[in-house]
């Protein structure tokens, strides 16, 4: 029998609670958590799963989830206002628990390779040639942390741009 990853189990039990409770309230909306499963894969493409618990953390508002996919600078920095963003809230509430896609991109920072993927989510609701991504980073291909603006909008184009495959 395959092992769900803890960070999986957790993700899933809290999403479950949430369930239970109905609804939550953020802001002037009422998110309907009933309505929402995690996409649980058993293979994950690289960066695929820590962009699943970076939403997940921010639809569940839950900060210590959030500070496992952040860089240690970052981490000291996050706290519940973090959590807190409309524009972010707006994106996540709608998402349906899935990773669409996932483009990649390289560059050279300081004499090192920094490699950075892009994690699709959900299209703009208004205009169709603009996605929401998560955007994340690493120096050796598999532990993912947050960028400074972790959920973002990118044209189609621009993330169609970018690699299907992991560089190097």
């Known amino acids: 029998m395959k092992k769900v990853p803890l960070m999986m189990a957790v993700g899933l ?3 479950m609670m949430l369930s239970c409770g109905g609804a939550t309230e953020t802001g ?10 995690l996409d649980v894969k058993e293979q994950y493409q690289p960066a695929e799963e820590a962009a ?3 939403l997940l953390a921010y639809r569940t508002k839950d900060v210590d989830l959030l500070k496992e996919y952040a860089g240690n600078l970052m981490r000291m920095g996050l706290d519940e206002s973090a959590m807190e963003r409309p524009d972010y809230q707006n ?8 990773i669409k896609e996932i483009r990649y991109d390289s560059d050279v920072i300081t004499f090192e390779d920094v490699f950075y993927a892009y994690a699709y989510y959900m299209t703009d609701a208004n205009q169709a040639d603009i996605l929401y991504v998560v ?3 690493s120096s050796d291909k598999e ?3 947050i960028t400074m603006n ?3 909008s990118m044209s189609r184009a621009d993330f169609q741009e970018k690699s299907e495959n992991l560089p190097g």
Do not use: C, K, M, T
């Open 13 to 15: 039990s809290i999403v």
């Open 28 to 37: 002037n909306e009422a998110v309907e958590a009933a309505h929402f499963e």
């Open 52 to 54: 699943q618990q970076v």
């Open 91 to 98: 994106q996540i509430n709608n998402w349906d628990g899935s």
């Open 135 to 137: 955007s994340l980073e």
């Open 143 to 145: 532990n993912w942390v």
């Open 150 to 152: 972790p959920l973002r």
